[in-house]
């Protein structure tokens, strides 16, 4: 069989949103699973993280994933809905709303005259402080929080939210923002949500009530110049094959499409059993390191679909069959991202389905 999979850890997830409670320890976290659990899987994920205290997706399908898998916890649906035929699921479902346009309001008005669905829909008024993405502009905020403090089939009191643009690297905007957000809402008594990855670490006055993080859950930094391990965190997926060939080249020979890389001396190459086929990223740079038996070696020559080549050196000891680990604990996503000028969101998102997923220590009593 192919040697190719990604193995999940479930142990460093929980353990993720662990230190994600001690560093937010004041407010509650709404751990974000949209884009099938940034790659790890929605479903796995979410059964995995008992104590989260909410979820976040993007879409509706999404949240009826869960549902259906039968996870209890709040779902808050980031995008909000998209047509009104949605409204009645998502009150039966009991699924939060973010509202982000003048739109919506009128809509969930027009829908509260004629639903016999008793149950309150809680929503989150977007407030764009910055972003210039989803949201009322800060002016719009009272009037529109006005407006849906008039609807009854809307839970009191509205929450609040908004959205860093950069917190990863510009801390002076970030903090207008925050600024920005406080005074917008000042007179109002909702709970408040700003921070994601970036904002939990680096803006800890903007945790207010609920933070949202998406990829230190799944043990990733998003600040360019830190790793995950800086701030105590665990790589949740482990990206692995095999070396499935050994091949001697002399100097001055090419490897592989396109004949980007020429070796310098007479050394040994390395066939690892992925490509970009996997979601290994087709423009890693040579030079992009390899994990293969406790040592990194670089990826040589271009990736193509199913087969990558790594430079094992001229005193390779290495074996067909020896374990290669693209990214994880051994090789931080971080690194692997950098040299594919990438981020590490793209990387685990990346990961096509037809690699098969392994999900390790799913037992609560394994301790790290
Ligand atoms: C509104 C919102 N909140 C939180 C997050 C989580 O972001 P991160 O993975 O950087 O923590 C996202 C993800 O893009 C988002 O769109």
Redesign the pocket.
């Known amino acids: 069989m192919r040697p190719t999979k990604a193995v999940i850890d479930l142990a460093a997830l929980r353990h993720n949103l662990e230190r994600v409670k001690t560093i937010a320890s004041d407010s509650k976290v709404m751990v ?1 699973v ?1 884009a099938n659990a ?1 790659g790890h899987g929605l479903v796995e994920v979410a059964k995995a993280l008992p104590s989260a205290d909410m979820f ?1 997706v ?1 879409s509706l399908d999404e949240a009826l994933i869960l549902r259906q898998a039968g996870i209890r916890q709040d779902i808050l649906l ?1 995008e909000g809905f998209f047509q009104a035929k949605e409204l009645p699921i998502i009150q039966r479902n009991q699924l939060q709303l ?1 509202l982000h346009h003048q739109a919506q309001i009128e809509q969930l008005a027009a829908y509260q005259t004629i639903t016999s669905d008793p149950n309150p829909i809680k929503v989150w008024l977007k407030c764009d402080s910055g972003m210039y993405r989803l949201g009322f502009a800060l002016e719009q905020v009272a009037a529109a929080e006005k407006a849906l403090s008039a609807l009854s089939i809307i839970e009191q009191p509205i929450k609040l ?1 908004s ?1 860093f643009a950069c917190a990863d690297s510009d801390q002076e905007f970030s903090q207008a923002q925050i600024s920005k957000f406080a005074e917008a809402t000042q007179d109002l008594v909702g709970q408040r949500s700003m921070a ?3 904002g ?1 670490l680096t803006q800890p006055n903007a945790h207010w009530d609920w933070v ?6 799944y043990g990733a930094s ?1 600040m360019l110049d830190s790793m995950a391990s800086d701030f105590g965190l665990q790589p949740v997926m482990s990206l692995e094959s095999q070396l499935m060939a050994i091949k001697p080249i002399r100097q001055g020979q090419s490897v592989g499409y396109g004949r980007n890389w020429f070796a310098k001396t007479n050394g040994n190459i390395g066939l690892v059993a992925i490509g970009y086929g996997d979601g290994y990223p087709r423009h890693a740079k040579n030079g992009t390191p390899v994990w293969v038996n406790g040592r990194q070696v670089p990826l040589v020559g271009r990736v193509s679909m199913d087969i990558l080549a790594v430079d094992l050196g001229a005193d390779s000891a290495d074996n067909i069959g020896d374990r290669v680990v693209l990214w994880g604990k051994e090789l931080s996503m971080e690194t692997v991202a950098t040299f594919a000028d990438t981020i590490p ?1 793209t990387l685990c998102c990346g990961v096509t389905s037809r690699v098969p997923f392994e999900y390790i220590n799913a037992d609560d009593s394994h301790h790290d």
């Open positions: 974000v949209k940034y976040a993007a980031l973010v939210m959205h994601n990855s970036a939990i949202r993080p998406g990829l230190l859950i998003p969101y």
